[in-house]
Every structure is written in structure tokens, then in C-alpha cells.
């Protein structure tokens, strides 16, 4: 049977790391978190003093780094990096590097590679839009940018990272719009995606919601109704 592949887009703040992760172990699917992959790279190249902004430079520093997404840890040239990758000032770096087509065409080779041997959750930007334009179901999850900023906020102060409100909403505000509007593999609503609005939404009930929307489109012989519970 052909791998199936299901795409969790939105902007950050939506619930996608949590609810993919979540959908994909219900399932039994693979989770392929994409921004993982943006935060390593971009965590490489500042650990080299590069300049962030130099395309070429930011390849050619990718060509001598090993990344890998084994499960939900990411490791960078063989050390595991998943909770350094996680601080307001990579979330920044890996939106900067996000512009370069080059560091794109690098990371998408390795997101495609990965739904080579399992079926696939993966969430992201772009990855029902380039990634795996054929997805057998796209979801675009959406919240408003007040509610978004408040969830991250509450996640950063749990890790013990101290930083005001009106900082985490400006940095999302001032992501969101580099995101959406650069040149390649922008974030937008990929052709067929549905929209699910979690602004209201407990985690739960998107979890719920996604895992409904994906057994009703998907041809999956063995759905258990116990998923949904
Ligand atoms: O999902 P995240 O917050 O971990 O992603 C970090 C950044 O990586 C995000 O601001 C843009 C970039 N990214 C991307 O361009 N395309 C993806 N598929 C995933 C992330």
C-alpha cells in the first residue's frame, strides 16, 4: 500500500507541533516537524558566526552539516539540539533563513526523503503547498494573532525563558509577515487545504477536529473508531 502523506500548515501558535505529533501517533504515522529541520539549520550557521542573510554562504555552510529529524529530536552534526532549537532568538534565525531558495531546496530534499518509508505527518509552512503538493489531506490551521502570542508566551515561560508579552507578539507578528510574504514557498492556504480556526479551540478539541476531517477524506482501510476518542 502506497505511504499517506497528511499536511498541518499555519503559522506558529496554531497547535500544529502538538496536534501533528498527537494525530501522527494516533495513527501510527511518522511525524515530520518541518520547522525542526529550518531552527537546526539555522542554529548551525549562527554557531558559525555566518551572516545570516548571505545565501550562499548559509548553503555552503549546509553542505558540511549533518541534520536529522529522528522522531521528534533534532540533531545537528550528531548532538541533539531539540531544546536549544527553541528560543526566541532561533525562532528569528530560521525565518531569516527560510527566504534563501538554496537552504529550501536543500531542507525540502530531506522532508521528501523522509515520507520514503512511512506513512507521514508532517507540519510546516509549505508543506502542502511544496513539499507534497499531492497529499492525500491538507489542513491549514489559523488563529487570531492575540490568542497566538498568548499561547506562545504561556509555552515560553513554562521552559524558563523570561520574556514580556508584547515582545512574543511582535516577534510573531514580525514572522508571520516574513513568512507569508517572501518569494519561494510562502505560507499560504495550498489549493484544497481546509481551514480550521483554533483561536476558540482547546487542544483537544483541534485534535478531535483534524482526526475527523482526516477520516473523512481519507481512504484508510483501517480506520478504528477508537482513534477518534
Ligand atoms: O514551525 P516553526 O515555528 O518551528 O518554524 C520556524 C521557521 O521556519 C518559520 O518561521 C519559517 C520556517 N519554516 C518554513 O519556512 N517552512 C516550513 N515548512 C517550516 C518552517
Not at 550528531?78 to 532561533?90: A, L, M
Not at 527560510?98 to 537552504?103: E, I
Not at 514572522?175 to 507569508?180: P, S
Request: charged letters at 30%.
Amino acid at each position: 500500500m502506497k505511504n499517506k502523506i497528511i499536511t498541518i500548515d499555519g503559522p506558529s501558535g496554531t497547535g500544529k507541533s502538538t496536534v501533528a505529533k498527537e494525530v501522527a501517533k494516533k495513527l501510527g504515522f511518522c511525524y515530520l516537524d518541518t520547522g525542526a529541520l529550518y531552527r537546526g539549520a539555522a542554529l548551525a550557521i549562527d554557531l558559525k558566526g555566518s551572516n545570516i542573510d548571505d545565501d550562499s554562504r548559509c548553503r555552503e555552510i549546509l553542505s558540511s552539516t549533518t541534520i536529522k529529524l529522528i522522531k521528534d529530536k533534532i540533531f545537528v552534526n550528531g548532538k541533539d539540539v531539540s531544546s536549544e532549537i527553541r528560543s526566541p532568538r532561533i525562532s528569528n534565525l530560521a525565518s531569516r533563513i527560510a527566504v534563501h531558495s538554496s537552504v529550501r531546496e536543500y531542507l525540502v530534499e530531506i522532508q521528501r526523503s523522509s515520507s520514503l518509508s512511512c506513512s507521514v505527518v508532517a507540519e510546516g509552512r509549505d508543506t502542502g503547498s511544496v513539499v507534497f503538493p499531492n497529499a492525500d489531506v491538507k489542513i491549514y490551521l489559523d488563529a487570531s494573532l492575540n490568542e497566538r502570542a498568548r499561547r506562545r508566551h504561556k509555552e515560553l515561560i513554562s521552559k524558563g525563558i523570561n520574556i514580556g508579552f508584547d515582545q512574543v507578539l511582535e516577534e510573531i507578528q514580525e514572522r508571520d509577515h516574513r513568512d507569508k510574504t517572501r518569494g519561494v514557498a510562502p505560507l499560504v492556504v495550498s489549493e484544497n487545504a481546509i481551514v480550521v480556526n483554533t483561536t476558540q479551540m482547546s487542544i483537544k478539541e483541534v485534535i478531535s477536529r483534524v482526526l475527523k476531517i482526516i477520516k473523512d477524506n481519507l481512504a484508510f482501510a483501517s480506520w478504528d473508531d477508537g482513534i477518534l476518542e
